[in-house]
């Protein structure tokens, strides 16, 4: 390109040669009172003077056109306009318009704290509510001092009842022999069959079909008929004892649950029961032992369905010293598992301590459970 060419020529920017064109007015100064129909000449009709009223005013400057953009992205108002003009907590002190209409937080009923003479009251009765002690352990404690001694009678006739029972006292010294011909050798096999059927399943026959050598019976239709009446009170004592086993630990569960100490204050209250009523019968025993060994067959047999002769076999089997050494050993086991629990369920200082101290612990837990946390005690505030 030489330096004689022609030079490309600029296009025309100034806006002032064309002072009508309506393009440009966004550019021009701003006046008041209608300043750009003003500027333009008296004669000539502007574009924009038509369209005043509808077409909205372009902003002098960037910062102009932001307000102007922000002011047109505002939101409606809301639907509840006049609740939140009712509202004082709704509305923005420092501009005073209303604000956004808003639900109630759920928190919002705690922010009023109760007068001091109901706080007052609510601890009073939290308090005398936490000293209340329920009821239902003390009704399992008193259930379990009453089964324990029941338990301990019926395991002790369960031990007598039992071959081993019978082998000690045929071969024990002094055992007072069988004067019509029952070697130890013979009580031991038919007295094994009228202790074992009083804890079988097995009906009347089961003795009655016993003979001797020379093939008579060897239990009369008298005996066969008590011992069957005696196996009546033998396994209803057993299923009663097992029904109490199991209800002591259901309670001995529910205890140990619910009251600290609870099993051993029961065990320690049925013991003391039962040493009470073992002493008791055994100075009954001691003072008149045939006087209580009739009643108490009064109690569970029929008159007249208990007493034989001295040639019998029931007799010769088990002769009274049998009788005698059986209630020494079911009381003496009685009074040594009594005595044992009696021991082991003393209130010692120590035991008293550690269930006091237990206690302390469950009301501090009880009591720092009603507290206020801090966050309660802010929304309050």
């Not at 809301?78 to 318009?97: E, I, K, R, V, Y």
């Not at 050798?185 to 020379?214: F, I, K, Q």
């Not at 007799?315 to 059986?326: E, H, K, M, N, T």
């Amino acid at each position: 390109m030489s330096d004689k060419s022609p030079k490309p020529q600029e296009p025309e920017t100034d806006v002032h040669d064309d002072p009508d064109e309506p393009a440009f007015d966004w550019m021009k100064p701003r006046t008041s009172g209608g300043s750009s129909a003003a500027s333009a000449p008296a004669g000539a009709s502007s574009p924009s003077s038509d369209s005043d009223t509808s077409a909205p005013i372009q902003p002098e400057s960037r910062a102009d056109r932001k307000a102007a953009e922000a002011a047109d992205a505002e939101p409606e108002p809301p639907l509840f306009a006049d609740a939140s003009a009712s509202n004082p907590l709704a509305s923005n002190p420092s501009s005073g318009q209303p604000a956004h209409y808003s639900e109630p937080l759920p928190t919002s009923a705690l922010q009023v704290r109760p007068p001091e003479d109901e706080v007052a009251r609510r601890n009073a009765e939290r308090e005398q509510a936490a000293k209340v002690k329920p009821i239902g352990p003390r009704i399992f404690q008193v259930l379990l001092a009453v089964f324990y001694p029941v338990i301990l009678l019926v395991l002790a006739v369960r031990a007598v009842t039992s071959p081993l029972f019978l082998w000690v006292e045929y071969n024990r010294p002094g055992f007072p022999g069988d004067g019509y011909g029952f070697s130890t050798d013979d009580r031991m096999t038919y007295g094994s069959y009228a202790v074992d059927y009083l804890s079988n399943w097995s009906g009347p026959r089961y003795l009655g079909g016993l003979v001797h050598e020379d093939g008579a019976k060897l239990f009369k239709d008298t005996e066969v008929s008590h011992m069957a009446d005696v196996k009546l009170v033998i396994l209803s004592s057993f299923g009663a004892g097992l029904l109490l086993i199991i209800l002591s630990i259901i309670a001995i569960l529910y205890l140990r649950k619910r009251s600290q100490g609870g099993v051993r204050r029961g065990l320690f209250a049925g013991s003391i029961v039962t040493l009470v009523i073992i002493i008791g019968l055994a100075v009954l025993a001691v003072l008149s032992w045939q006087t209580f060994f009739t009643e108490f067959h009064r109690i569970f047999f029929a008159s007249g369905t208990w007493t034989f002769s001295l040639e019998d076999t029931l007799i010769r089997l088990f002769p009274g010293q049998f009788w005698v050494d059986a209630g020494i050993v079911i009381g003496a086991l009685v009074f040594l598992a009594a005595t044992v629990t009696f021991i082991l369920t003393w209130p010692t200082r120590r035991r008293r301590g550690a269930g006091a101290k237990s206690s302390a612990v469950d009301d501090s837990e009880k009591e720092e459970s009603f507290e206020d946390t801090p966050e309660d005690e802010a929304v309050r505030r």
